[in-house]
């Protein structure tokens, strides 16, 4: 087995063991199984600090703040074509580029997301028109996460406002699909964004889902 592969299986394992943990911990009705279930988010740290290299004391603010029921992380992407290019922003924090969006926030639907996320990253303002595509990131080749996430893909149409960059970019542009700049490869990869220019090409193309 390759390294790389031979990680994603142990990254697989630290996420699913502390899934365990979590919802253990929820449910747990006496100090014995709550015991139990703490060594085993324990674990579910060492092992990915095994993995990561980073501090202990990180990975578990990363990977055990959150508290009832674990479910996956829901990230939401904004999909804008104009003259047949893909509007991508330049990530301050990795000095690559991106769709607009994020990590969806509560009290907002996916479609609202997308439209906020396009406004504070890239400065339009745009109107949501369909769903295009729900993946699971573990089905993709994106860096190693701790955590297990879907992907949101909206198509969206510019409305109004202009380009300019926002708070946690420092670029932004329409881009060929022959001529993409380096991708921030935790947020969207090269077949990802192939895949959505299919339905540039293909505007009745049925969603795509994992």
Known sequence: MLESEATEK???????VQAIAQAGLTY???GYDTERYEELSAISVQIMQELSGEEPQKIKYLFTNETGYQTPKVDVRAVVFSENKILLVHEKIDNCWSLPGGWADVGYSPAEVAVKETQEEAGL???PIRLLAVLDKKH??????PYHTYKIFILCESTGGSLQQGME???VGF??????????LER???SQVQLLFE?????EKEAYFD
């Open 175 to 184: 881009f060929d699909r022959s001529n993409l700049p380096p991708l921030s």
């Open 188 to 190: 969207n990869t090269g």
């Open 10 to 16: 142990w990254l697989a394992f630290a996420k699913r």
């Open 199 to 203: 339905y540039l090409d293909n505007p």
């Open 140 to 145: 993709h080749p994106h860096p190693p996460s």
């Open 125 to 127: 303002e745009v109107k």
């Open 28 to 30: 747990a009705v006496n």
């Open 169 to 171: 970019t420092q670029d």
